[in-house]
């Protein structure tokens, strides 16, 4: 098993950047692929973006393309979601999930950590 620490969120203004940070304990974050979801408040979980085993190749929900961007750092176990731009209705709390499918389909997900807010104000 493994459990996760998303980190990193705050109150950003209109355009500024934050970066996520998703930490595991337990086994290591490199035998799984790292989704990352969102959920504002009375809206459904979205995917944003999922990174694979190695960190070569990563896919992005059109929403946030260009803008954000994931990473691995395998020595410390940890992967990142790096966000530009950032619009208030990038607005949610954050979420990394850990599978052993590249997938970007919430349900399929085994590990989540508890999540991280982020809130842009316009």
């Known amino acids: 098993q493994v459990q996760l620490v998303e980190s990193g969120g705050g109150l950003v203004q209109t355009g500024g950047s934050l970066r996520l940070s998703c930490a595991a304990s337990?086994?290591?974050?490199?035998?799984?692929?790292i989704g990352w979801f969102r959920q504002a408040p009375g809206k459904e979980r979205e995917f944003v973006s999922v990174?694979?085993?190695?960190?070569?190749?990563?896919s992005y929900a059109n929403s946030v393309k260009g803008r954000f961007t994931a990473s691995r750092d395998v020595a410390n176990n940890t992967v990142y979601l790096q966000m530009n731009s950032l619009k208030p209705e990038d607005t949610a709390v954050y979420y990394c999930?850990?599978?052993?499918?590249?997938?970007?389909?919430?349900?399929?997900?085994?590990?989540w950590g508890q999540g991280t807010q982020v809130t842009v104000s316009s």
């Open positions: 990174i694979n085993l190695s960190g070569s190749y990563a």
């Open positions: 999930a850990a599978n052993a499918r590249f997938t970007s389909v919430a349900d399929q997900y085994d590990y």
């Open positions: 337990g086994r290591a974050l490199r035998y799984y692929h």
